[in-house]
């Protein structure tokens, strides 16, 4: 199996563990909130612009909404069962989704008291690192310092040219989350006390 389809299935099985109303980092979303996001994503191409777009967030709420109403073994069942063979996540799912549904599982995982990182897994970590090296330099580009991020093989990327560089070392999953604006991560920083700082105010993520 790929990773987007483990993630999928460990994410969907999470959801049927904690039921509707358990929290997310995704603050202030409820794992439903979170399910019906994923749904209207791969589901209703109508209502997914405005998860990007602001001027469409408004509809796009509206629907996300009448999702979070259904049945919650329905709308699990949605999340598990993936994109309909109309939609471009279907034949795009490792590309577009490897990532979004490791991000997620973990939006769920994290939000529990008493939380641990994952043990590490080189084929899971070798794709997140592979996205990483791409996704990570548009997540940071308004970074006014320099960054790097290791993994504790001592592979690094050159995520941002810049001042005072700030090395990032840490796992290829928590590398991910911290790109994609998560705080619950286990890295470590160094570099110019400033220019960590600097690095740790960025706004990243959607």
């Known amino acids: ?70 049945p919650w073994t329905e709308l699990v069942d949605l999340v598990r069962t993936g994109p309909p063979v109309y939609s471009p996540y279907k034949l795009a799912d490792e590309l577009v989704n490897a990532g979004e549904f490791y991000i997620h599982h973990e939006d769920v995982r994290r939000a529990r008291e008493g939380w641990e990182p994952r043990s590490p897994n080189p084929t899971r970590d070798a794709a997140l690192w592979k996205s990483l090296k ?29 001042p005072t560089p700030v090395v990032v070392t840490g796992e290829p999953g928590e590398l991910v989350l911290l790109a994609s604006g998560r705080d619950a991560v286990r890295v470590e920083y160094d570099g110019d006390e400033s220019a960590v700082a600097a690095v740790r105010s960025l706004k990243t993520g959607m």
């Open 1 to 70: 199996m790929g990773l987007a389809r483990d993630e999928r299935k460990q994410l969907s099985d999470l959801f049927e563990q904690v039921g509707p109303d358990a929290p997310t980092l995704c603050s202030p979303w409820t794992t439903k909130d979170l399910a019906a996001h994923l749904v209207i994503r791969e589901r209703r191409p109508d209502a997914a612009p405005g998860i990007m777009l602001k001027p469409l967030a408004g509809y796009t709420q509206k629907v996300q909404d009448s999702y979070a109403a259904k």
């Open 134 to 162: 791409v996704t990570a330099k548009f997540a940071y580009r308004s970074s006014p310092v320099g960054l790097v991020f290791r993994i504790p093989n001592g592979e690094s990327v050159t995520v941002k040219q810049g």
